[in-house]
């Protein structure tokens, strides 16, 4: 797509409108799904439910000890993949089955993980340090 160009104020401002190709792109694969004509079916599957990290703030404060509370930035993993769930069963040549059915699912689960500390300054000066896993991907992985 080419700029188009306009003439601001008598001031001699000009204004420049540039058009991004891709964000049509993306447009065009959320509105109308008309960009796997184009080659561009990666655009296409694009999904906003997908199984990914999202953030939220969470205050962490200790059960009994009198501290101050910290609000700490967190992830989890939420969202749907896009496997299917089934159960095969099983076939055997003993007279029970303690196992039936062998199933196979998909979940989304944190991939990736660090730990991190923060440490609550306490009642009479002392510190407590409360740990936690700060989660950095998410994987759709089989579920146990």
């Known amino acids: ?10 001031m001699g401002l ?9 964000l049509g792109l993306v447009h065009a694969a959320t ?6 004509e184009k080659g561009y079916a990666h655009l296409a599957e694009v999904d906003p439910d997908r199984c990914m990290r999202h953030h939220f703030v969470e205050t962490i404060t200790h059960p009994i000890y009198k501290c101050n509370s910290k609000m700490v930035l967190l992830a989890r ?4 993949c ?9 076939v055997s040549f003993s007279s029970v089955l303690k196992q039936p059915f ?3 699912c998909s979940c989304c689960r944190p991939h990736t993980s660090k730990l991190k500390a923060v440490r609550l300054r ?11 896993r700060y989660i950095l991907a998410c994987n759709c992985e089989e579920c146990s």
């Open 1 to 10: 797509m080419r700029p188009s160009l306009s003439v601001g104020s008598p």
């Open 14 to 22: 000009l204004l420049a409108l540039v058009c991004c190709p891709l």
């Open 31 to 36: 509105s109308n799904n008309k960009a796997s």
């Open 77 to 80: 993993c939420e969202g749907h």
């Open 82 to 90: 896009s496997h299917t769930s089934r159960s095969d069963p099983l």
């Open 102 to 104: 062998k199933s196979t």
């Open 122 to 132: 306490c009642a009479g000066g002392s510190r407590i340090t409360a740990t936690y």
